[in-house]
């Protein structure tokens, strides 16, 4: 079945540059998408969501990108910190009731 | 605003024992209510949710069940465990008939 994918499971990145991690969904239906972060032994929590009327969305150092084209979806943490270090879902909605999430990508910030 | 309980934070049980987890919610009312089930270093994989009191909708079929006996609690059960269903439990909650859902601190469970 279609599902939300991942291209990278890990990022390392020195403290203070920027962050992207990528997402790739294969329901072209789909018209909400949602960033998590999960701290380890935590719950997910919510970063930042964009609706596909949308091609970017900004929030507090994260930026969220939408590209409908190529099924892409994208987010960007502006000088990342040791605390930005987590695993990072993206998810998109099924249907009314029902999120699909991807497999993840852990952070790992370098001080 | 709303926060979710669950309980316990960690179990350790032998295979073929019964489980039961619990999740409440306070805060808000009418909650959509999720379970979901996540390997370790996996992705979130959806057991059940729930529109309203008594309705449950089961995503995979396996040895697992639901109840929402009350409009913010849901549990999860089992009668007999499996060694694979070991993982990190995670309750979640929509409200309003947003799509963001909000998570609880999860359960970690070992079958041994």
């Known amino acids: 079945g279609e599902s939300v994918g991942l291209h990278l499971p890990t990022l390392s990145v020195q403290e203070g540059d920027n962050s992207i991690i990528n997402c790739a969904y294969s329901?072209?239906?789909?018209?909400?998408f949602i960033w998590y972060k999960q701290e380890s032994g935590k719950g997910p929590q919510f970063i930042i969501d964009i609706r596909s009327n949308m091609d970017k969305r900004q929030g507090q150092r994260v930026t969220v990108l939408l590209n409908k084209t190529v099924k892409h979806l994208s987010l960007q943490i502006a000088a990342t910190q040791p605390g930005d270090s987590a695993v990072y879902f993206c998810?998109?909605?099924?249907?009314?009731?029902?999120?699909?999430f991807g497999a993840g990508t852990t952070v790992t910030v370098r001080a | 605003s709303q926060t979710i309980h669950q309980w316990p934070a960690t179990l350790v049980q032998p295979v073929g024992s019964p489980l039961s987890l619990e999740c409440t919610v306070e805060?808000?009312?009418?909650?959509?209510l999720y379970w979901y089930r996540q390997a370790a270093g996996r992705g979130l994989q959806l057991l059940f949710y729930s529109v309203g009191i008594g309705q449950i909708s089961s995503e995979v079929p396996q040895n697992l069940s639901a109840s929402r006996p009350q409009d913010r609690q849901f549990i999860l059960s089992s009668k007999k465990l499996l060694l694979s269903d070991s993982g990190f439990y995670l309750c979640a909650i929509t409200i309003g008939g947003n799509y963001e859902q909000y998570f609880g601190p999860g359960t970690r469970l070992t079958v041994t």
């Open positions: 998810a998109e909605n099924t249907n009314d009731y029902k999120l699909s």
């Open positions: 805060g808000t009312s009418n909650p959509n």
């Open positions: 329901n072209s239906a789909s018209d909400y």
